[in-house]
C-alpha cells in the first residue's frame, strides 16, 4: 500500500488561475487512496467551480466558517483530523496570512488549527513572485517548518512567459508524498547509478546490455522521498523522479568520472549494469558494409570501479553493490562483496520470470557485509529499494 492510502488531506483552493491545475492534484491523491477534503476560497470559486471538486474529492467542498449544521466548528474538526494540509495553488495572499497568523476564512482559519503538515504551493506572476515581501513571507514559512513546492518556468496566465508556474500535478503529489514519509534520509546524500553503460563500436554502434535503469530510478525516487538530496548517474534518457539531481552518461569511463566527482555521498547504490568488456579501438569514422571485410572487435576489460570506491570508502559511507546472475547466486554474490569490500550486495537470479531487466518487479536477497541474508520475494522495485534503504538508513544510525 502507498504512503497516501487512507491519509486524510485538506485541499486549500486559493484564486489563481492555477486553481484548474489543482483538479487534477485533487484526483491524483484520490486515485492514490487518500481522503480529500477541499476548501476552496471566495477567489477559488470565481475560478473553478466547487460542483468539480465535490464531484471528484472524498468529501463536497467547504468554503465558509458559518452555516454547516453538521459542523458548526469545522476548521478546528477538519485541522484537527488533517494528516496534512496541501495549499494549493497558493496566492501571495494566503501565503501573506499563513505568515502572519491571520484567521481570515475558513482556509486559513483550517490551517491555524492544525498541527499536521502544511505544504503551500506558490502561484502567481514573475512580477508578484519576485516582490521581497512574497520572497520574505516564504522564508518566514520555511524557517517554521512549512513545506514550499517550488514554482516552475513556463507560461502564466495572459499569455505571458516566466518564472512563478503552479508546479506540475504530479510533482505537487510527490511533495504530499514525501511530506508524509518517515524523513530517515534527511541531509544525506544518496548517489545512485542506473542503466547499461554503452560502449562504442563507432560512432553509431554500441555494446550494451538489457539493463532499463528501473531499479535505479527507484532507488532514486525512493530516497529522495526519505528526504535524501539524490544524485542519479544515468544512461537512460527517461526523466528523473521529482527532485532529483540527474546526470546523463554513456560509457562506464563517463559513469566511472561522474561517480567520482560526488565526494559527499553517504550512500553509493551502484545499480548500474556496467559493461565488463568494450571494443577497444572503436572506429572513428562508421564501418561500412562497402568496406567489404566483416571487422572482427577486439575486447578489452572496462575499469570495476565499484573496486575503488570499496577501497576508499570513508568512514561512515554505506556502499551497496548488486549482483545479476544466473549461476550460483548467494555464491557469487558473496564473492562480490568480499572482493569489492562492499556494506550491502543486492543479488538476483535474472532467469527467474519477473525478476531483473526490464520488468518492474523483482526479486532480490540482500546480503550484509555482516553476515546476514535478507530474501525479498518477488515485488515491485520501488518496494525492493524501500526495504535496501531501510537497511542502509539503519547503517547509517
Ligand atoms: N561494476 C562496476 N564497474 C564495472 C563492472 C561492475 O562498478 N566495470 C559494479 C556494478 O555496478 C555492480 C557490481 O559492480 O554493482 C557487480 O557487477 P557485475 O558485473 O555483476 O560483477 P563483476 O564483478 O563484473 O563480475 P561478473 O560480471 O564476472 O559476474
Given amino acids: 500500500m502507498g504512503t497516501l492510502a487512507g491519509k486524510r488531506i485538506v485541499l486549500g483552493v486559493t484564486g489563481g488561475i492555477a486553481a484548474y491545475k489543482a483538479v ?31 464531484a471528484l474529492a472524498s468529501e463536497t467542498v467547504r468554503t465558509s466558517l458559518f452555516g454547516d449544521p453538521e459542523s458548526p466548528i469545522p476548521h478546528t474538526q477538519m485541522g484537527q483530523a488533517a494528516d ?3 495549499v494549493c495553488p ?10 502572519t497568523g491571520r484567521s481570515a476564512d475558513l482556509l486559513t482559519s483550517t490551517i491555524l ?10 502561484a502567481m506572476h514573475t512580477e508578484m513572485w519576485e516582490q521581497p515581501a512574497v520572497q520574505e513571507n516564504l522564508e518566514v514559512l520555511e524557517q517554521r517548518g512549512v513545506l514550499i513546492v517550488p514554482p516552475e518556468s513556463g507560461r502564466l496566465a495572459g499569455g505571458d512567459l516566466g518564472h512563478g508556474r503552479l508546479a506540475e500535478p504530479a510533482t505537487v ?4 508524498e514525501r511530506a508524509l514519509t518517515e524523513q530517515d534520509l534527511l541531509g544525506r546524500h544518496v548517489l545512485v547509478t542506473a542503466g547499461g553503460t554503452r560502449e562504442p563500436i563507432d560512432p553509431v554502434r554500441v555494446i550494451s546490455n538489457r539493463s532499463t535503469g528501473k531499479q535505479g530510478y527507484a532507488f532514486a525516487e525512493e530516497a529522495w522521498f526519505r528526504g535524501a538530496q539524490v544524485t542519479l548517474v544515468t544512461t537512460v534518457e527517461t526523466p528523473e523522479p521529482v527532485g532529483v539531481r540527474r546526470v546523463n552518461v554513456q560509457t562506464a569511463a563517463d559513469m566511472q568520472r561522474a561517480v567520482e566527482s560526488v565526494d559527499d555521498a553517504d550512500i553509493i547504490v551502484m545499480a548500474a549494469a ?8 572503436p572506429a572513428e569514422h562508421k564501418l561500412k558494409k562497402t568496406d567489404g571485410i566483416v571487422p572482427q572487435i577486439l575486447l578489452e576489460k572496462t575499469h570495476d570501479f565499484l573496486v575503488d570506491l570499496g577501497e576508499k570508502k570513508p568512514d561512515g559511507q554505506v556502499l551497496i553493490g548488486f549482483a545479476a546472475e544466473t549461476d550460483d547466486l548467494v555464491d557469487n554474490a558473496k564473492a562480490k562483496l568480499a572482493r569489492k569490500k562492499l556494506d550491502l550486495i543486492v543479488a538476483n537470479d535474472v532467469t527467474q520470470p519477473g525478476v531483473g531487466f526490464g520488468h518492474d518487479t523483482n526479486e532480490v536477497l540482500i546480503i550484509d557485509a555482516n553476515g546476514s541474508c535478507e530474501h ?3 515485488t515491485d522495485k520501488r518496494d ?14
Fill in 113 to 122: 488549527a492544525t498541527r499536521a503538515p502544511v505544504v503551500v504551493c506558490p
Fill in 24 to 54: 487534477e492534484v485533487c484526483r491524483r491523491l484520490v486515485d492514490a487512496g487518500a481522503h480529500v477534503q477541499p476548501v476552496m476560497t471566495d477567489g477559488a470559486l470565481k475560478m473553478v467551480g466547487a460542483t468539480t471538486f465535490s
Fill in 274 to 281: 556496467v559493461a565488463d568488456f568494450r571494443p577497444a579501438d
Fill in 90 to 99: 497558493a496566492t501571495a495572499r494566503i501565503i501573506s496570512d499563513i505568515r
Fill in 376 to 378: 525479498v520475494p518477488l
Fill in 173 to 176: 503529489v510527490a511533495h504530499v
Fill in 84 to 86: 496534512l494540509v496541501l
Fill in 384 to 397: 525492493i529499494a524501500r526495504r535496501v534503504l531501510d537497511t542502509a538508513a539503519n547503517k547509517l544510525g
